[in-house]
């Protein structure tokens, strides 16, 4: 089992930046793939970042790469994405996951609660 626990949201101005952060309890933390999804009003959930267990690997969704970082301190149980140059369409919900990792949310088995990201024009 794995718990996780979003925060680090907000309300932020166009060009901003901010970092969640996900502090995950359990034994098994190490050996999941984590990921960051988001989910806007009236829209699907979709994927944003994800890094392997090792952080050795991390994958992008098109519209953050080059504005978003995702890594993680497996010492410390947490997983943080920094965000930067938002912009008004990142505005949502952003749930934190672990599972196999992976773009798809059907690959990830734990969730958090979300924290929410505004980003005024």
């Known amino acids: 089992q794995v718990q996780l626990v979003e925060s680090g949201g907000g309300l932020v101005q166009a060009g901003g930046s901010l970092r969640l952060s996900c502090a995950a309890s359990g034994r098994t933390f190490s050996t999941k793939a984590m990921g960051w999804f988001r989910q806007a009003p009236g829209k699907e959930r979709e994927f944003v970042a994800s890094?392997?267990?090792?952080?050795?690997?991390?994958y992008y969704a098109d519209s953050v790469k080059g504005r978003s970082t995702i890594s993680r301190d497996n010492a410390k149980s947490m997983v943080y994405l920094q965000m930067n140059s938002l912009k008004p369409e990142d505005t949502a919900v952003y749930y934190c996951?672990?599972?196999?990792?992976?773009?798809?949310?059907?690959?990830?088995?734990?969730w958090g609660q979300g924290t929410q990201v505004t980003v005024s024009s």
């Open positions: 996951a672990a599972g196999l990792g992976g773009r798809y949310s059907h690959s990830y088995d734990y």
């Open positions: 890094i392997s267990s090792t952080g050795g690997s991390t």
